[in-house]
Structures are given as C-alpha cells and as structure tokens.
C-alpha cells in the first residue's frame, strides 16, 4: 500500500488527530496523555533525546529520580495526574523550557527545580502548594508563572531576580502582600491577582515598571495612588 503523504495525512485525520499522534514526525516527542498510565511509562527512557514528553490526564502519582536522564528534554506536560512532589533530579534538567504539573496534589517544591535555568513557563496551578523555593530567583529565563489556586501565603524575596518575567498569575491563594524586591522584574506586563489573598497589598515600588500594561484585581486588593495615575495613560486595571 503507498504511503499516505503528510498533506494527505493532515486532510484525512485532521490536525487534532495528528497532535494526538503517539510520536512526532521526527521520533523526539512522544505523547502519552489520558492512556490510563498509573505509573511513570519506562518507555520514556527508550529515546535519549526525548524533547517533549506528554502525559496529561493519567493517574501517575510519581515521578521517577531517573528524569534526570532525559537531558535533551525540553518540555514536559503532567497535568492532571496524582503527582505529590516532584523528584529533586529534576532540577537536573538543564534544557527544560516547559514544565506543566497543574492539577496535581503537590504541596512543595524542591529548591533544585531552580537549577532548570532554562525555563520559560512553569504551570503549577490547582495543586496544594503553600510556597514557593526559597532559590526562585535562579529562574533567570523564567517568562509566565501560573500558580493559580494553591495555598499560597507569601512569596519568595528572590522572585524579583526572576528578570524576565512578563506574565504572573496568583489568583486564588493566601497572599497578604506582595515582596517589594517585585518592583525588579523590568519586564513584567501583566499581573492577575482577583483572589489571590486577604486584604492584598501591592507595592508602591511597582508603578516605576516600565513595561506594566494589565493588573486584574478584586475588592481585597490595595492598589498604591501611582496606579491610578498610570491607569490614564498606559495601565490596564481589571476588577473582578
């Protein structure tokens, strides 16, 4: 039988089926999302340069310390698994720019995952985490942070480090404040904090932000004057 042409693959499937394919065209991704996985697949390990690892929507409660062998790996996807904890090897990952593990029962993380210097999204919402590494501001690369509904009560001083972050959502946490050491982040465009905690109090520092366009907040966020007077020139403020 002659083999069917990639145009002619994509006409047949359509592209949503092509994305469910179990690997990439070039053999360097694999997906394994919602097979009913209950453990980390060995299959993983099979392709050392493994660049994307998909395993969304399987019951996996862990994963394994040999991670760290996937070195090549640039993007992984465990959302909606039973995952407690993440393994300090993975902190070994040194290529890693995606990390997504929403939805999951994580209720800390290692300070070695701040070794990932080349991260650029991490994805820990709906989890049970009540804070985040102290090393944070090793995230040097870090650009979006999603840490919606946890149990957040603070945040790390060192997140201001986190140099190239543009985009910040804490909505539904525990915070009552937000560390000044924030007035740092040059880059920072947008920051949701619509329940994001008690009586919220935003730094004043902030409105020096060069690039701050868009800030959603609610009746328990205290804005400082200076918002306000940036609000009728270039800042959006959101109320929910």
Known sequence: MQLLTASVLLTFLGCAHVMDLKYSKDGNALNLSRKGLTE?????????????????????????????????????????????????????????????????????????????????????????????PESFGNLKNLEVLQVKYNQLD?????????ENLKFIHLNRNNLVSLPKSMAKLSRLKELYLAGAGPLLDVPEEMC???????????????????????????????RN
């Open 40 to 132: 980390f697949p060995e299959e993983a390990f099979l392709n050392k340069d493994l660049r994307v690892l998909r395993l969304y929507g399987n019951n996996i409660d862990s994963i394994p310390d040999r991670i760290s062998e996937l070195v090549n790996l640039e993007k992984l996807y465990m959302g909606r698994n039973n995952l407690k904890y993440l393994p300090a090897s993975i902190g070994e990952l040194k290529n890693l720019k995606i990390l997504q593990v929403q939805f999951n029962e994580i209720e800390s993380l290692p300070e070695d995952l701040c070794e990932m210097t080349s991260l650029e999204q991490l994805w820990l919402n709906q989890n049970d985490l009540r804070r985040l």
């Open 154 to 162: 603070s945040l790390p001083n060192s997140i201001g480090d986190c």
């Open 208 to 238: 020096n932000l060069r690039y701050f366009e868009l800030i959603q907040i609610d009746q328990n966020t205290a804005l400082p004057p200076c918002m306000y007077v940036l609000q009728a020139n270039r800042l959006q403020i959101i």
